[in-house]
Nanobody
Framework: QPQLVESGGGVVQVGGSLRLACTGV????????IGWFRQAPGKEQEGIVC?????????YAASVKGRFTGSRDLTNNNIVYLQMSNLKPEDAGVYYC??????????????WGQGTQVFVSS
């Protein structure tokens, strides 16, 4: 059964960095656009990054632009990364990735991960 698995969450201090990974299990992420989303307690889910199917095509929400970077593992087609830098308290939440076949992130997604928690301590 193909699935997505997020990893790399944890506790980080304000201003610190974390790298999340979104791994395709039993399927390759080549050919899929990967969307990153997050949800903080009491808030709606927010789409923050799209790593589009074509390498080099990235799209960012204003809230993370300049601090977060999406990328594909160039040696492993099963992994997409979200590098997060200069983290702020408002970046805390559960981070999810979704995979959709096609050149751009769009709903509905074909696969979703279970989420990974990010805590930002001040």
């Amino acid at each position: 059964q193909p699935q997505l698995v997020e990893s790399g969450g944890g506790v980080v201090q304000v201003g610190g960095s974390l790298r999340l990974a979104c791994t395709g299990v039993d399927f390759s992420l080549e050919g899929y656009s990967i969307g990153w989303f997050r949800q903080a307690p009491g808030k709606e889910q927010e789409g923050i990054v799209c790593t589009a199917r074509n390498i080099g095509a990235e799209y960012y929400a204003a809230s993370v632009k300049g601090r977060f970077t999406g990328s594909r593992d160039l040696t492993n087609n099963n992994i997409v990364y979200l590098q997060m830098s200069n983290l702020k308290p408002e970046d805390a939440g559960v981070y999810y990735c979704g995979a959709v076949q096609g050149p751009m992130c769009s709903i509905p997604y074909d696969y979703w991960g279970q989420g990974t928690q990010v805590f930002v301590s001040s």
